[in-house]
C-alpha cells in the first residue's frame, strides 16, 4: 500500500513539473529565439528496495515507477518574422549568434536576432549583452549597415565592418540555459558539417518555436493526470486513517 501511495505522490510531482515547464514555455510564446524546455519522463522496473549500505530486500509482485529524468530544451528550427528593422536579424540552419553577456562576461548563443545598439554605439542585444563578431565586440555606431547571407557586416559605404560569430550546435544537443534566450552548449566544439546550410537573413528575426496549441492541449492532459494521482493518493490516505482506526480499536 505504501508503494502505491509514493508512486501516485511521485505521479503529481512529475505532472507540477511538466506544466511548470508549459507554463514557462507559453509565456515566451511571443520571446524572439525562444526555444520551449520539454520534461524528459523515464522508466524503472523495481524489483528491489534499496535499503542502507546498498542491501537489496526481496520484495513480492514488480512495480513500474516512472520520475522525471531530465528538462531538456527543445533546438528544433522555428519560422521567421519579416520586418523593415535592420536590427532584425535571423538564421536558418543549426548555427547561433554569439554575445558576451552584460552580467559576467562569458559568451553564451543565442536565436534571439532582435538587436540594436547601446550608448556606444556597439550592436547589442538588450537585456543580455553586446553582439560577437570574429573580431570580438561589433562597433557599428549608425544604423546604415547591412550584413549578406554570410554574416558579413558592411558600412553604408560597403566597407566590412566585421562578419558574426556563429556556433554550431547539433540539433538534439544538451545546452544550459540563461534566462529566456541564452544558451551555453554543454559538449565539446563541434566541427561545422561540410553540407550544413545555413544564412544569416537581415529584417527578420526568428519567433519561439513554441506551439501553443499543443502547449495547451498537453497542459490539459497534465492537469488531468495530477488530478488522477490526487484521489488516488487521498483514497490511499483514507485507507490508511480507516486501518489505523481499526488497529487502534484492538
Known sequence: MNRGY?????????QQRILDAI????SNVNTAGYRKDEIVLNTFQEQLYLVSRRRKLETSGTSYQAYVDISKTNLEQSGFEFTDSPFDVGI?????????YEKDGEVYQTRNGQWGLDNE???WLGGSGRVQGTNGDIYIGNDDFSIDENGVIRDEQG?????????????GSDVHKEGD?????DGDPVQIPDDEDFAVIQRAYEKSNVDSVKEMTSAIDAFRMYEANSKILRGFDTINQKSSSQIAEL
Open 181 to 185: 534566450s541564452l544558451f551555453r552548449y
Open 6 to 14: 509514493y508512486t501516485a505522490a511521485q505521479g503529481m510531482i512529475n
Open 159 to 171: 566597407e566590412v565592418i566585421d562578419t558574426l560569430l556563429l556556433t554550431y550546435i547539433p540539433v
Open 23 to 26: 507554463s514557462n514555455n507559453v
Open 121 to 123: 554605439g556597439y550592436l
Open 92 to 100: 536558418y540552419g543549426n548555427m547561433y549568434f554569439n554575445i558576451r
